[in-house]
């Protein structure tokens, strides 16, 4: 079965600093993806970032990367440049290995992030 | 667009009724999710539907039953609802496995 581990119940951050969110996954798979997810206190899930197993590269929108780092089955998020309206929880996802399993998502329990004017 | 739609926003049941979340999704999306959100817990999966005319169970799928209506629409009925599954409830849907799922805004059930 998978498992998304984020070690970092909340964390803080100075504004314009950056910051990483930790998540570790375990799965004896080869083919998966991973995603990274944005929760305000609106309560919406805002889709941030998704890296596949065999991307060579690590994944990068915009203020957001992702360390991938497949031997040690980490998936961390960075963002760059933190600003106010980056306070929110983070979910960090998996989706299965292929066949029938790869439509599952499975999340972690998440990271509230606080950023500091 | 609308994206995904769920209906209804807030609920408060007494234990033992009955009710069905509804969503629907205009994004002609393969795969349709329902999951739970508790306070320290994430987002758990209840039941998903990887393409019309089937269903999964995922982690937590008990007390609860799903039907997959057509590609757009995904139920969830609780058939006796218990004060445990006070949550809010999310919807989602995708359109493969290695894109984004898309998430409607929740719906707040309360049973009391």
């Known amino acids: 079965a998978q498992k998304i581990t984020q070690t970092q119940p909340g964390m803080f951050v100075q504004e314009k600093e950056a910051v990483t969110l930790d998540c570790t996954y375990d799965?004896?798979?080869?083919?998966?993806?991973l995603f990274w997810y944005k929760q305000p206190s609106s309560g919406e899930m805002i889709f941030l970032i998704y890296?596949?197993?065999?991307?060579?590269q690590n994944a990068t929108e915009g203020r957001y990367s992702l360390n991938f780092q497949k031997a040690r089955k980490s998936a961390n998020l960075v963002i760059s440049a933190s600003q106010l309206g980056d306070s929110a929880m983070y979910f960090c996802?998996?989706?299965?290995?292929?066949?029938?399993?790869?439509?599952?998502?499975?999340f972690g329990k998440g990271t509230k992030l606080s950023v500091i004017p | 667009n609308a994206g995904v739609t769920q209906t209804p926003k807030f609920q408060v049941l007494k234990t033992g009724q009955s009710m069905t979340l509804q969503c629907a999704q205009d994004?002609?999306?393969?795969?349709m999710y329902w999951y739970r959100q508790d306070p320290g817990m994430g987002l758990r999966l209840i039941y998903y539907?990887?393409?019309?005319?089937?269903?999964d169970k995922g982690e937590v799928p008990n007390g609860y039953n799903v039907s997959r209506l057509n590609k757009r629409e995904f139920s969830l009925r609780l058939e006796s609802a218990a004060p445990s599954q006070t949550s809010v409830y999310f919807c989602?849907?995708?359109?493969?496995?290695?894109?984004?799922?898309?998430f409607g805004q929740g719906t707040r059930l309360t049973v009391v």
């Open positions: 989602a849907s995708r359109a493969s496995k290695d894109t984004e799922a898309f």
């Open positions: 799965t004896s798979d080869q083919s998966y993806g």
């Open positions: 890296q596949g197993s065999y991307d060579e």
């Open positions: 996802a998996m989706r299965g290995p292929s066949g029938a399993g790869s439509y599952q998502l499975t």
């Open positions: 994004m002609n999306h393969n795969s």
């Open positions: 539907s990887a393409s019309e005319g089937t269903t």
